[in-house]
């Protein structure tokens, strides 16, 4: 009785485990541009001052894309469809947001894995090539291997990459006691001025991402309960958890080793591609060790090349549905537009690389702030959606979880009006 009881749980285990998914892929979505950029730019800009405000978008976040999974679990719908539901004003203008943000975060992405990729090629090679090689690897994993081997890959980036950077980091704190301030006290910025805010917006915008991929999450989850019968609201919840929660402690790491090792030093980050890629690999290095270059170099480019592959694939699969909903009212029933739209967000990443080849940093902070003056409209379009949709008891969300909602949607809308104020208006 015993032996079987054992087997048993070891079954539900194993059960839970194959479930994982969606979430982890998402973490692996995030831990990109936003982390690796923005969290450790705050820390060295500003120290540990936004550390309180990474975790409460962290958190103020959550319930918006928690809603993906509550309301795929609950209705075997994606998020798009629901949007639909609601009229398709929403559709149209979800759709339209979805155009913009898949072709400039590809290509934010597509230029920073390139600038990665310089540590491994002989000298020479354009930025163009190299990006070209990128996507064209990007577009020969999501063809053959389509789900799982985004599934697959997601899952070991990571795992490697969290070890390699809470390894990192804890190094760091052994060397410099928590702290690398070298300059008075009077000339650290301060974080709270209005000078300040245009970085608060930016890494506030991809932290842990921007909202828009709460409906990426929504139709990963919807393939994989198409395929794997185990997956449960409860296991599609735990899953999630688990993946987000593993990305905002991940964006204390990133933010501390910025502090650590750059912050009060006199250190300007550098605002080229290839400068600031060879600054993010120093911060490891100088602290794990020379010996570790290279393997950091191909951890911090696979990483970046994750997020890529993500959301080449959960920015095909949004437009290919939204397609789909507004020409046959139908959500998308096979492959072919997914790919087609996969295809036209690699080559238009491309385009804009080629055109503005220098612009890293450049690029990626207009993503983010697109990203953050967006999300209080997907985050509404979110919260209005679970409101008015009968889900199962485990699925619902509590008197807790709405009232985080709500401030969170204060939060977001109130930070984006003092953006606009301060850009346009002051």
């Given at each position: ?190 974080a709270w001025e209005l000078s300040a805010l245009g970085f608060l917006v930016i890494t506030m915008g991809w932290m842990p991402t921007t909202i828009d991929i709460s409906a990426i999450t929504s139709l990963w989850l ?131 690389v080629v055109v503005w080849t220098s612009s890293l940093l450049a690029m990626l902070n207009f993503a983010m702030t697109v990203g953050f003056v967006a999300a209080p409209f997907v985050a509404l379009l979110n919260y ?43």
């Amino acid at each position: 009785m015993e032996i079987a009881d054992a087997r048993s749980g070891n079954d539900g285990f194993a059960r839970v485990l194959s479930s994982f998914g969606p979430g982890i892929v998402t973490a692996a979505c995030c831990v990109g541009g936003s982390h690796l950029v923005a969290s450790t730019q705050a820390g060295a800009k500003y120290g540990w001052q936004l550390a309180i405000l990474i975790l409460l978008v962290n958190l103020f976040k959550y319930p918006f894309f928690r809603a993906a999974v509550q309301y795929t679990a609950g209705t075997g719908e994606s998020l798009v469809q629901g949007y639909a539901r609601m009229g398709r004003e929403y559709l149209y203008a979800f759709t339209v947001l979805c155009l913009i943000a898949a072709f400039v975060n590809s290509a934010a992405l597509l230029i920073f894995s390139a600038n990665l990729l310089v540590y491994f090629v002989p000298a020479g090679i354009s930025i163009a090539w190299l990006s070209a090689a990128v996507i064209a690897i990007c577009l020969a994993i999501l063809f053959m291997g389509h789900y799982k081997a985004l599934d697959t890959i997601s899952k070991a980036i990571m795992v490697t990459l969290s070890i390699a950077t809470v390894l990192a980091m804890i190094i760091a704190f052994g060397e410099t006691g928590g702290s690398s301030v070298v300059v008075p006290q009077s000339e650290l910025p301060s974080a709270w001025e209005l000078s300040a805010l245009g970085f608060l917006v930016i890494t506030m915008g991809w932290m842990p991402t921007t909202i828009d991929i709460s409906a990426i999450t929504s139709l990963w989850l919807k393939q994989q309960m198409s395929e794997n019968p185990d997956v449960t609201g409860k296991s599609a919840l735990l899953d999630f958890n688990v993946g987000y929660i593993a990305t905002a402690l991940l964006a204390i790491v990133f933010l501390s080793l910025g502090s650590m090792l750059l912050y009060g030093t006199g250190v300007e980050l550098a605002k080229g591609g290839v400068g600031f890629t060879n600054q993010l690999i120093s911060l490891y290095t100088n602290t794990i060790g020379d010996w570790s270059k290279t393997l950091i170099a191909v951890i911090a480019f696979f990483c970046i090349f994750g997020s890529m592959l993500t959301v080449l694939d959960g920015y095909g699969r949004v437009l290919a549905e939204t397609q789909s909903l507004i020409l046959r009212g139908q959500p998308a029933s096979n492959e072919r537009w997914l790919g087609f739209w996969i295809l036209v967000i690699a080559a238009v990443a491309l385009a804009i690389v080629v055109v503005w080849t220098s612009s890293l940093l450049a690029m990626l902070n207009f993503a983010m702030t697109v990203g953050f003056v967006a999300a209080p409209f997907v985050a509404l379009l979110n919260y209005v959606l679970i409101k008015r949709t009968a889900l199962p008891d485990d699925l619902q969300s509590g008197k807790g979880l709405n009232l985080l909602a709500i401030c969170g949607l204060l939060y977001l809308a109130g930070f984006v009006a003092l953006f606009i104020w301060w850009k346009w208006l002051m």
